[in-house]
């Protein structure tokens, strides 16, 4: 079983940044296309971003991209989300995911967008940014 526990999280200020963490258990990490994900309250969960296995290519969200960056360090076990120009929509919780499917290639088409193509979840950092 893989736990991922995500931190960095907290208010800002619109315009601001933060930088999310989240770290694997286990020493399968580079084996796992990694995701972030959000839910607002009332919404559904959202994708946000998602990061090959290498670290060398990434998708995002319409909402963030050109402001949000993904990153993984496999030695760590930890994949990233740099968070700038943030707005108050940008409110919610954030979640990391795994996803354990065994893909032939680190290149995949299409990106794994839908929560229900990840195995495992952390339990989320709240984001809170002011107006």
């Known amino acids: 079983q893989v736990q991922l526990v995500e931190s960095g999280g907290g208010l800002v200020q619109a315009g601001g940044s933060l930088r999310l963490s989240c770290v694997a258990s286990?020493?399968?990490?580079?084996?796992?296309?990694m995701g972030w994900f959000r839910q607002a309250p009332g919404k559904e969960r959202e994708f946000i971003a998602v990061?090959?296995?290498?670290?060398?290519?990434?998708h995002y969200a319409d909402s963030v991209e050109g402001r949000f960056t993904i990153a993984r360090d496999n030695a760590k076990n930890t994949v990233y989300l740099q968070m700038n120009s943030l707005r108050p929509e940008d409110t919610a919780l954030y979640f990391c995911?795994?996803?354990?499917?065994?893909?032939?290639?680190?290149?995949?088409?299409?990106?794994?967008?839908?929560?229900?193509?990840?195995?495992?979840w952390g339990k989320g950092t709240r984001v809170t940014v002011s107006s």
């Open positions: 995911a795994a996803d354990a499917t065994p893909y032939s290639s680190d290149y995949l088409i299409p990106w794994p967008r839908d929560p229900d193509d990840y195995d495992y």
């Open positions: 286990g020493n399968s990490f580079s084996n796992f296309y």
């Open positions: 990061i090959n296995w290498s670290g060398g290519s990434a």
